[in-house]
């Protein structure tokens, strides 16, 4: 098997060598191209005219994913990437064209894959040692996965299909950490390109919202919100439908943009061309009209969280006192300032509006619930509140209930022993990141590290309120932020010992 392997790496970069230089140097301008592109005209003309159009297509589709399985062989990081895009085109393609595609399946099968040519790739250069993955954020989430797999013999729990679905979905966020921490280690560009490319999707996703925002749904998207009446009650309110975006829904949509613009703002401090900062400028100010727009009261809480932790750490610089003055005062017009009639301005002010029915039953809720948190430590078992619930464990006491709160729902699930185990992993992901923020000399560092320290701060602010952890694209970025913070600790000094 090996020998196999090695062969294969030796022709590998034969083949790689040859098609860079027919595709990017020659661009297919020789006798070679030519015959390339007669042979795959014919080819399609041929098929389609036996084998019809739909067959045609699922056959090119076929070979176009074998020939993007070789190239996120080649390059590992392209498939995250494309994990990572597909969460901003695929709810919008269902809405257009009504139908269901299975995205989480999807990136589950693409985190699976790359772990898979990590590990062959490992195999290849006979190296068996995993030190990126040594450190304490994964040993937390390892421990919080093996909790997970022991709820299996919750004796509360009715079905073990929802468990399965939890666990499964545990594996895959494992596995997309496991990639991320491998391309820091092994390419340098990786997080460089990672960040940009999530500050560029945010404000592709942000300018959509503003278009909704300004110049209305388009109509099939007004059709698919009315196609599901609890959808229709959840998204038009008040008059006024609450954006969405790219993404899922306007929870989840609002969620994301508050995180990414806390994540994008500490890059203003960063020592770049007029011209960048000015589109950083653009991006966070379209980033924070979305989250409004939104219309998801979460994001309006983590943003003054993020920028709390965002401020404190970066109190003695002048720059921080500018920007902090800035969100202060912005914050306050927003919640007291002389605005009437607008529904966004409206929405962000029921966040301290202490008299709102619906916070009003979140907390009857939650203190009802309270004794069932205190008499089951190890909780009801995996999927078995709300929606969840009622399909996988429809006659179990919690079925049903809306925890509404991300902590909540792992208190009721998991027990206050999985919550502890919770909450000691997102302690240990910032206290990670706080220690490796002020050990670092280097300020490009200290920068990321402040960006998404103050990203993860407002999670688990979010998390009060709100259970989105699992969702994307936040899951894409959430759990590989814990590591990357975990990773970025400065070089050791060796010991001096004294003779």
């Not at 929802?162 to 092994?186: C, D, P, Q, R, T």
Request: some cysteine.
């Amino acid at each position: 098997m090996y020998w196999i392997l090695k062969k294969y790496e030796g022709y590998k970069r034969k083949i790689l060598a040859s098609l860079y230089r027919f595709f990017f140097v020659e661009k297919m301008k020789s006798v070679h191209g030519a015959l390339f592109l007669t042979l795959v005209g014919v080819s399609i003309a041929y098929l389609d005219s036996k084998l019809g159009v739909k067959i045609s297509v699922i056959l090119f589709a076929l070979i176009g994913a074998v020939l993007f399985a070789f190239i996120c062989f080649l390059k590992i990081k392209y498939a995250y990437y494309v994990s990572f895009i597909l969460c901003f085109t695929f709810p919008i393609i269902e809405r257009r064209f009504n139908i269901d595609l299975p995205l989480s399946l999807i990136i589950q099968v693409l985190s699976f894959m790359m772990v898979f040519f990590i590990l062959i790739k490992k195999i290849v250069q006979k190296d068996f040692s995993f030190a990126f993955l040594r450190n304490n954020v994964t040993y937390a989430l390892l421990m919080l996965m093996g909790y997970n797999f022991l709820q299996g013999l919750n004796p509360n729990m009715e079905s073990y299909a929802g468990w399965g679905l939890v666990v499964k979905g545990s594996i895959g966020i494992f596995a997309v950490y496991f990639v991320v921490l491998y391309l820091i280690h092994e390419d340098s560009s990786f997080l460089n390109q990672f960040v940009k490319l999530w500050i560029l999707m945010a404000t592709i996703a942000a300018l959509y919202a503003c278009y909704q925002e300004w110049f209305g749904l388009f109509n099939f998207e007004i059709g698919w919100i009315r196609a599901d009446p609890l959808r229709f009650k959840r998204i038009f309110i008040k008059g006024a439908y609450r954006k969405f975006s790219l993404l899922s829904d306007p929870a989840n949509f609002g969620i994301f943009m508050a995180a990414s613009g806390l994540m994008a703002i500490p890059f203003l401090l960063k020592s770049i061309s007029m011209l960048k900062k000015l589109f950083l400028l653009i991006s966070v100010g379209l980033i924070i009209m979305a989250t409004g727009y939104s219309g998801t009261r979460t994001a309006y809480a983590m943003i003054p969280a993020g920028l709390v932790l965002f401020g404190l750490m970066t109190i003695n610089k002048s720059r921080t006192l500018y920007l902090s003055a800035a969100g202060v005062m912005l914050i306050a017009f927003v919640l007291f300032g002389p605005i009437h009639g607008n529904p966004t301005v409206h929405r962000v002010r029921t966040l301290i509006n202490q008299d709102d029915p619906s916070l009003n039953v979140r907390n009857v809720n939650r203190s009802n619930i309270q004794s069932y948190v205190n008499e089951h430590p190890i909780g009801g078992g995996l999927m078995t509140t709300g929606t969840g619930g009622l399909k996988y464990n429809p006659n179990h006491e919690l079925a049903g209930f809306p925890p509404d709160s991300g902590f909540l729902q792992t208190a009721l699930e998991t027990g206050y022993i999985g919550l502890f185990i919770n909450m000691l992993f997102f302690f240990i992901g910032l206290s990670s990141g706080i220690k490796n923020y002020y050990s670092s000399n280097d300020e490009n560092t200290k920068i990321l590290i402040l960006s998404l320290l103050s990203f993860l701060f407002a999670v688990c602010v979010g998390m009060y309120a709100q259970a989105f952890a699992g969702q994307l694209p936040i899951s894409l970025v959430l759990y590989p932020s814990m590591g990357i913070l975990a990773s970025l600790s400065p070089p050791r000094k060796p010991k001096v010992v004294a003779v």
